[in-house]
């Protein structure tokens, strides 16, 4: 694996790569893709299998430009339009009819096609220069912690893909929102970095599905929408506050931390001595920068090899539903 800067130069290199047929991780907002040509089928299988993600798990199309969406998708419904001109480029990702040039293989057969313009500079730049839309999931070995810093996809990828484009840390730090607006209303298949309150704003009534209300989240229905992911190799669980700070669930042995919202809280579970570590999302308790260090603290607790993290459910609003989404999936083995 070739590690790259994003000087123009590089970004030539790995934006020439992706047309060849290579793979390339790339910096996007949301977290480290791995980009292939999205209408190579040869180069979308070789992301399967660097992932080893299951071949009916669909990929993300992604563009750099409004008039490239048209080379993926049949069509696209005007509320889907209203969607894509307001939040566009975001973390957000529209399903929409797909147009048969787009091989089977990215969208797990499926006649639909996942489609997101990026606002990462460096991302934006890599597919401009490569010509053609790039099939990029998270770049991360599947089911685990999705990547929000080079390092991260080095560790977990390096042997398996050609270049690495290192642009620094995510700034959003979770994965695009997923609507399906191929439906009549347009239907939540992911939370995550577009808030669903903002989405609203654009389109009015969303689907929420059961397993997004409240704390209860049910088995994902969607394709790919598996329920364990994101996963340390830690057994981790998820509590409320008030039970993080209860010494009745205290577990028997072994190392264990505590991954919870804010300083404050960080500070009074660091007093009651019961944890070997414990670590803030965000020091000043702000969701955005909670969002941004979730996947790094991940990283980091698995590291650090505890035998078990106990983790606190944060509020279901704006980005605190992709984040309490997160961890309830890396809490299922
Ligand atoms: P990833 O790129 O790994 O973050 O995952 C992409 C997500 O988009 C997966 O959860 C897929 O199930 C979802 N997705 C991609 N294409 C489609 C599609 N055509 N219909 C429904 N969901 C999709
Ligand atoms: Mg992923």
Same mark, same amino acid.
């Given at each position: 694996?070739?590690?790259?800067?994003?000087?123009?130069?590089?970004?030539r290199k790995?934006?020439?790569?992706?047309?060849?047929?290579?793979?390339?991780?790339?910096?996007?907002?949301t977290?480290?893709?791995?980009?292939?040509?999205?209408?190579?089928?040869?180069?979308?299988?070789?992301?399967?299998?660097?992932?080893?993600?299951?071949?009916?798990?669909?990929?993300?199309?992604?563009?750099?430009?409004?008039?490239?969406?048209?080379?993926?998708?049949?069509s696209?419904?005007?509320?889907a339009e209203?969607?894509?001109?307001?939040?566009?480029?975001?973390?957000?990702?529209?399903?929409?009819p797909?147009?048969?040039e787009?091989?089977?293989?990215?969208? =797990? @057969?499926?006649?639909?096609?996942?489609?997101?313009?990026? %606002? +990462?500079p460096?991302? &934006?730049?890599?597919?401009? $220069?490569?010509g053609?839309?790039?099939?990029?999931?998270s770049?991360n070995?599947?089911?685990y912690?999705?990547p929000?810093?080079?390092?991260?996809v080095?560790?977990?990828?390096?042997?398996?893909?050609?270049?690495?484009?290192?642009g620094g840390?995510?700034?959003?730090?979770?994965?695009?929102?997923?609507?399906?607006?191929?439906k009549?209303?347009?239907?939540?298949?992911?939370?995550?970095?577009?808030?669903?309150?903002?989405?609203?704003?654009?389109?009015?009534?969303?689907?929420?599905?059961?397993?997004?209300?409240?704390?209860? =989240? @049910?088995?994902?229905a969607?394709?790919?929408?598996?329920? %364990? +992911?994101?996963?340390? &190799?830690?057994a981790?669980? $998820?509590?409320?506050?008030?039970?993080?700070?209860?010494?009745?669930?205290?577990?028997?042995?072994?190392?264990?931390?505590?991954?919870?919202?804010?300083?404050?809280?960080?500070?009074?579970?660091?007093?009651?001595?019961r944890?070997?570590?414990?670590?803030a999302?965000?020091?000043?308790?702000?969701?955005?920068?909670?969002?941004a260090?979730?996947?790094?603290?991940?990283?980091n607790?698995?590291?650090?090899?505890?035998?078990?993290?106990?983790?606190?459910k944060?509020?279901?609003?704006?980005?605190?539903r992709?984040?309490?989404?997160?961890l309830?999936?890396?809490?299922?083995?």
């Amino acid at each position: 694996m070739i590690i790259l800067d994003t000087s123009e130069e590089s970004l030539r290199k790995a934006g020439a790569a992706l047309a060849s047929g290579l793979l390339v991780a790339l910096p996007t907002e949301t977290v480290y893709g791995l980009g292939a040509d999205a209408f190579n089928p040869l180069a979308v299988a070789k992301v399967f299998e660097a992932k080893a993600r299951p071949s009916f798990d669909p990929l993300i199309v992604h563009i750099a430009r409004m008039e490239d969406l048209s080379r993926v998708a049949a069509s696209v419904p005007p509320l889907a339009e209203r969607l894509a001109l307001a939040l566009w480029p975001g973390p957000l990702t529209i399903i929409l009819p797909k147009r048969p040039e787009v091989p089977d293989i990215v969208t =797990s @057969g499926l006649d639909t096609v996942a489609v997101r313009f990026p %606002s +990462h500079p460096v991302a &934006r730049r890599i597919i401009e $220069l490569s010509g053609t839309a790039v099939a990029a999931p998270s770049a991360n070995p599947f089911g685990y912690i999705s990547p929000t810093k080079a390092e991260h996809v080095a560790r977990t990828l390096g042997g398996k893909i050609d270049f690495l484009v290192d642009g620094g840390p995510c700034a959003v730090g979770v994965e695009s929102t997923v609507i399906d607006a191929t439906k009549e209303i347009p239907e939540l298949l992911r939370p995550g970095g577009m808030p669903l309150e903002r989405i609203r704003e654009i389109v009015g009534e969303i689907a929420v599905p059961p397993r997004f209300h409240g704390s209860e =989240s @049910g088995p994902m229905a969607s394709p790919g929408q598996l329920s %364990s +992911h994101y996963a340390p &190799r830690s057994a981790l669980r $998820l509590f409320e506050f008030s039970s993080l700070c209860d010494a009745g669930i205290f577990p028997p042995q072994g190392r264990g931390a505590a991954l919870v919202f804010d300083g404050e809280r960080a500070a009074k579970l660091e007093l009651s001595g019961r944890f070997d570590a414990v670590f803030a999302l965000s020091e000043k308790g702000e969701m955005t920068e909670a969002a941004a260090a979730l996947f790094a603290l991940l990283h980091n607790l698995d590291f650090l090899e505890f035998d078990w993290i106990y983790a606190e459910k944060v509020p279901d609003e704006g980005l605190g539903r992709a984040i309490k989404d997160r961890l309830f999936r890396a809490s299922r083995k």
